[in-house]
């Protein structure tokens, strides 16, 4: 038995976040709302930039409570697409040029979607990150969390289902 | 305040909302407690490239502000509220090129809280396409 020698680390992450680019920027909704993720191995980070646009009250002024939820939800599906694609984007076997023409992988589709405001969010740059705590075949189950300036003081937090795609 | 100057009150405060602008939301009912608002479709909102169906967080966000406006209608309720929990459960992905119709009902208040439901269709036959129930404070 031959012992593949590891891959140089420039061309593990070059794969890696070619793929997680893929992945995020063919998604209008995504770009709508000015979401982009930061990845530390196979965790991601979602980062709200902050826009005038998310304002949902402008007396405060507050980030809008639809916006914060589509903040968690999409983090959620994200890492629960990213985490779908790990094992073939490891193995080597993923297409990453097919990706990034648009072949994007089948969506999981949200089933149920439950947010708990904690405090209001504020007119500045939000991050979050979500996890799975349940993958089967059919559903997977997902916690996701948002912060602004204190990791320990997150201003909303969700519990998610989804139903995952069969063709994977 | 009268029951009018609040609905105009209501309505002032939703058409203020940036994010509510940035959707194009519309309301297009308002009466004690229930609001009905829509959402065209946009393309910016597609969540799934491959089928053109938005993104579940555009229909959050028209059923949250729905869900809020039907609270500052509320008879019982001061014009402002905050979102505390809400919950959706999304039937099936609307249709692509629809207009989604959210309608919400504050069905119950107490000295601090409101309770709403509402439901969202995209105007076919196929029944909703998302309900949801959430509570919201009384006064920010």
């Not at chain 1, 994007?104 to 439950?114: A, N």
């Not at chain 2, 090129?97 to 000295?111: E, F, L, N, S």
């Amino acid at each position: 038995m031959v012992k593949r020698s590891p891959e140089p680390v420039q061309v593990v992450k070059k794969r890696r976040d070619a793929a997680l680019t893929a992945l995020a920027s063919g998604v209008p909704y995504i770009q709508f709302l000015g979401i982009s993720f930061d990845r530390r191995g196979d965790e991601l980070t979602g980062i709200l930039s902050y826009d005038e646009k998310l304002i949902g009250n402008p007396h405060l002024p507050a980030l809008h409570g639809g916006v914060t939820a589509a903040f968690l939800e999409v983090t959620a599906i994200m890492t629960l697409s990213w985490s779908r694609l790990w094992g073939s984007m490891e193995s080597g076997a993923l297409d990453v040029a097919s990706l990034e023409a648009g072949n994007l992988p089948r969506m999981p589709k949200t089933i149920d979607f439950s947010v708990d405001y904690l405090r209001s969010g504020l007119p500045r740059d939000a991050y979050a990150r979500a996890t799975i705590t349940r993958m089967g075949r059919r559903y997977a189950s997902l916690r996701a969390e948002a912060w602004q300036d204190n990791r320990a003081r997150p201003f909303a937090e969700a519990t998610a289902h989804f139903l995952v795609p069969l063709d994977q | 305040m009268t029951a009018e100057q609040k609905i105009i009150d209501a309505k002032e405060f939703i058409r203020r909302i940036p994010h509510a602008r940035a959707l194009n939301l519309s309301m297009e009912e308002i009466d004690n407690g229930t609001v009905v608002m829509c959402m065209p479709y946009d393309t910016q909102l597609i969540g799934d490239p491959e089928t053109g169906v938005l993104h579940g967080g555009a229909v959050s966000t028209l059923i949250d502000t729905c869900c809020g406006a039907a609270v500052m209608s509320h008879p019982e309720t001061p014009a402002t509220t905050a979102t505390l929990d809400l919950r959706i459960a999304y039937m099936r992905g609307a249709k692509p090129g629809q207009t989604i119709t959210a309608r919400a009902t504050c069905y119950h208040v107490t000295r601090t809280i409101a309770f709403v439901r509402a439901t969202a269709d995209d105007g076919t036959s196929d029944g909703p396409v998302a309900t949801a129930s959430g509570t919201f404070t009384v006064g920010a």
